[in-house]
Nanobody, 115 residues
Framework: QVQLVESGGGLVQAGGSLRLSCAASGSTISINYMGWHRQAPGKQRELVARVSNAGSINYLDSVKGRFTISRDNLNNIVYLQMNSLKSEDTAVYYC?????????WGQGTQVTVSS
């Protein structure tokens, strides 16, 4: 089992920045991927960024060049630095971690970008 606690969401103007953090606890030694999904009202949840325990990184095309994911394996924390935020980035952001074939989710943090 893995528990995930997120922080760092909020309200920001377009063009601004936010940093999300997610701390994992529990069976962290076996975690493979950690990352972030988001879900906007009326839309499906989508993968924003993920990083494997070996350092392999994937991004959603629309955030490439603006968002940066990083991972502190020693402390089991994953970060999402979001720059040049746009109104279309407004969503609930969910941290997730994969343990073997199971995904664990955080409670979600709201990110609202005002135009």
């Amino acid at each position: 089992q893995v528990q995930l606690v997120e922080s760092g969401g909020g309200l920001v103007q377009a063009g601004g920045s936010l940093r999300l953090s997610c701390a994992a606890s529990g069976s962290t030694i076996s975690i493979n991927y950690m990352g972030w999904h988001r879900q906007a009202p009326g839309k499906q949840r989508e993968l924003v960024a993920r990083v494997s325990n070996a350092g392999s990184i994937n991004y959603l095309d629309s955030v490439k060049g603006r968002f940066t994911i990083s991972r502190d394996n020693l402390n089991n924390i994953v970060y999402l630095q979001m720059n040049s935020l746009k109104s279309e980035d407004t969503a609930v952001y969910y941290c997730y971690a994969t343990l073997y074939s199971t995904a664990f989710w955080g409670q979600g943090t709201q990110v609202t970008v005002s135009s």
